[in-house]
């Protein structure tokens, strides 16, 4: 089932410079093995040994798969899985 992925600049080096692109994957996990062997080096900047890394939110339509099953959440065709980097500051 292909999904559209929408991708933050920060990563689209990875991409060839696309904001979004199509892949196919059961689960998120799944998918993003299949954006790995399509982008290498993307895996890597999404997760780490626990998970998705803490710095990292991916989101299943509107939904954070923090609050949904993690990687293992299931996908439909059509979804849209954006990855949205978290964003700090302050003083």
């Known amino acids: ?41 993307i895996k890597g900047r999404l997760l780490d040994a626990k998970g998705v890394q803490r710095h990292v939110n991916i989101y299943v339509g509107e939904e954070d798969i923090r609050f949904l099953d993690g ?4 996908l439909k065709a059509g979804d849209e899985v954006s990855i949205v980097p978290a964003i700090a500051g302050g003083r």
């Open 1 to 41: 089932m292909e999904v559209t992925i929408r991708i933050p600049a920060v990563l689209r080096p990875l991409t060839g410079g696309e904001e979004s692109v199509k892949a196919s994957g059961a689960t998120v996990a799944a998918l993003i093995d299949e954006l790995e062997s399509k982008h290498p080096g």
């Open 71 to 74: 990687l293992a959440t299931e």
